[in-house]
């Protein structure tokens, strides 16, 4: 089943809405009431030199400090590829022409794990594209090259097992990123030697057995799951929302001048609304590459948070040094997005935090200035 629906955009502060029924309403009650100052932990994963650190920092309300505690997760080299899911990390560095190590850890347990993953393979000059986890299970997908023609595969590695245990599954084309839900494997697979095409090919995780194909075009940009269990596949100039358990679909168009650009970006980080908080080209609404925003699924809707709109020129330049966006986040407990940036190239430090209260109207609540750019931020 195919159903189509218009998407009607709103960006915060330059507003730009379809009807004015569609327009954001804000609780001038919420606004007056005392905000929450609740203590949380923030795990923020800095880029610098070619690594990437842990910096642990904690939090209320109404201020931000540097927490002194060492994180478990030793600094590695910036990985190939990396996977997040709430507050899993997942990261994969190449080892050799033929083979890698997977790294885990789990900031709420402060657990690390490393696992080797292609011991058992030789001869070979391999390459992998895409991992996921689920339960306790992991997905690599990978392709061969050594062979002719190559070899694409997907692997899957079952923690519980007492000793390495890898199931390979083999596929007709490149997969280029893997989603998960309702107990299936969704691979987004790109013919690159006929046809320039992507297809999304589902795998029932049990069985083992492809169960579904479906032909996606020329265009896609990524797959991911929502908070929902529907798994998102993203174009330029729309979204696709597939149901993970009947297999049905909507297609959300854009209108000219309203994409959300998030099929840009790598980020998963909703709310418990459904939202999803990532960092978005703004196009001639702001003189910075990349801006925070926030899009709502179930409004089909983009709120853009311009640096102009809520900090001064004193702020931003010489303050705070902002460049460029390169992560965001939500505080649930106290209401707050965090933005990461990446300073100018002249500042003392490399990159930041900002924090901003979103209701009833942006509000800068402090800053933090730190020994990298954070790329991913987590909440425990």
Not at 64 to 78: D, G, Q, R
Not at 231 to 238: A, C, G, K
Not at 258 to 272: I, M, R, V, W
Not at 349 to 356: A, Q, S, T
């Amino acid at each position: 089943m195919k159903t189509y629906t218009i998407l009607c955009a709103i960006f915060a502060l330059l507003i730009f809405s379809c009807s004015k029924s569609e327009s954001v309403l804000v609780n001038d009650e919420e606004g007056e009431n005392e905000s929450p100052s609740i203590d949380v932990n923030y795990i923020t994963l800095l880029s610098k030199n070619g690594f990437l650190k842990p910096q642990l920092l904690t939090a209320n309300g109404e201020a931000i400090a540097l927490n002194p505690t060492e994180s478990s997760l030793a600094e590695k080299t910036i990985p190939d590829l990396s996977f997040v899911d709430g507050s899993y990390f997942m990261q994969y560095h190449k080892v050799g022409a033929c083979a890698g190590e997977l790294t885990t850890h789990d900031f709420n347990s402060d657990t690390t794990a490393e696992i080797a993953v292609f011991t058992d393979l030789n001869d070979c000059d391999l390459t992998a594209t895409a991992i996921a986890k689920s339960g306790n299970l992991i997905f690599i997908s990978y392709q061969v090259t050594s062979s002719n023609p190559s070899d694409y595969l997907v692997r899957i590695i079952d923690l519980n097992s007492s000793e390495f245990s890898a199931v390979d599954i083999s596929l007709d084309n490149k997969p280029v990123d893997l989603a998960i839900s309702n107990n299936r494997l969704f691979i987004l697979i790109f013919d690159e030697l006929i046809t320039d095409e992507y297809n999304l090919t589902v795998l029932d995780i049990s069985t083992k057995a492809f169960i579904h194909e479906m032909g996606l075009g020329n265009s896609v940009r990524r797959i991911f799951t929502d908070t929902k269990d529907n798994v998102v596949i993203s174009y330029d100039e729309l979204h696709t929302t597939l149901n993970s358990n009947t297999l049905d679909f909507v297609y959300t168009q854009y209108p000219n001048g309203t994409a959300p650009e998030f099929g840009n970006t790598k980020s998963t980080n909703f709310d418990l609304e459904g939202r999803l908080f990532y960092p978005m080209d703004p196009s001639a609404n702001s003189t910075y590459p990349l801006v925070p925003a926030i899009y709502d699924f179930s409004k089909k809707l983009v709120v853009l948070y311009a640096y102009e709109n809520f900090l001064t020129e004193e702020e931003r330049n010489f303050e705070y040094e902002i460049e460029t966006t390169t992560g965001v986040a939500y505080d649930e407990k106290n209401g707050v997005m965090l933005v990461g940036y990446k300073k100018m190239s002249t500042a003392d430090k490399e990159g930041g935090v900002l924090r901003i209260k979103l209701a009833p109207e942006p509000k800068l609540i402090d800053n933090i200035n730190l020994d990298g750019v954070p790329i991913e931020i987590f909440i425990n």
